[in-house]
């Protein structure tokens, strides 16, 4: 049976550009017989977050830390579950309502450990990796405030199952 | 000296995307964090502990963490992306 390694099976991408669903499933499942699950997120601008009339989103992050720091959270959920292949992609700079903010993919070989792992990721890409988002209104730009729920969320992950 | 890397609404407020901190290493984030806030006493609220987190060398570190003088340093504010 073929053997992965972390290098090949994790793809982290932090780009400006839009990204497509179906080309990251197909990163996911493509020659991988040994595959049974694919589970994936999508995040998108919403259009009210703190204050009503967002007309878009500005994404920043720290260059030199992000890929860095999302390498490490899909390598602490390798560790944790037996998962087969991940696709991690944030965009950064302006965006518009509706668009696509995130994504996470994983692929495993029954459904239980991608779902965990997924939900995982996130739950720590929102509570370490370093984006900031600022809010554009029509009256003016705020950045966003971090939130209780959020910590609370990969706080859960931390308590012995 | 140590420079300090700072990001988003810290970056901001301060109009500062870095500051060379004159103090004297080895130390501490907590010593860091200390002489950030008496440098920047008219925003001191950026720094306080409840709210600015700091990284070393790309990893999120704790207050007792020792710095020297190669090491990247970086104040920002708890991260929302998602």
């Known amino acids: ?161 | 000296m140590i420079r300090i890397y700072f990001f988003a609404k810290i970056k901001e407020e301060l109009s500062l995307d870095y500051f060379d901190l004159d103090i004297k290493t080895p130390c501490t984030v907590f010593e860091i964090r200390k002489s950030l806030i008496s440098e920047f006493n008219t925003h001191k609220k950026l720094f306080s502990i409840d709210y600015a987190r700091c990284a070393v060398n790309q990893e999120l570190t704790d207050e007792n963490k020792s710095i020297d003088l190669n090491d990247e340093v970086a104040f920002f504010p708890p991260v929302t992306g998602g």
């Open chain 1, 1 to 161: 049976m073929r053997k992965y390694t972390n290098i090949e099976n994790v793809k982290i991408s932090i780009q400006e550009n839009d990204f497509s669903i179906e080309k990251e499933h197909y990163f996911l499942t493509n020659h991988a017989p040994e595959t049974g699950a694919v589970v994936t997120f999508t995040g998108r601008v919403r259009e009210f977050s703190e204050q009503p009339d967002i007309t878009g989103l500005f994404l920043e992050h720290y260059p030199s830390m992000t890929e860095k720091s999302l390498k490490r959270i899909t390598q602490q959920a390798q560790q944790r579950w037996d998962i087969q292949r991940i696709s991690v992609i944030h965009r950064i700079g302006s965006l518009a309502v509706e668009d696509q903010i995130v994504f996470v993919g994983v692929s495993s070989a029954h459904r239980e450990a991608a779902f965990e792992a997924a939900r995982y990721i996130m739950d720590y890409l929102k509570t370490e990796a370093p984006f900031w988002k600022k809010e554009i209104t029509r009256s003016g730009e705020h950045w966003v405030e971090a939130r209780e729920k959020d910590q609370a969320a990969r706080a859960h992950w931390s308590n012995p199952d």
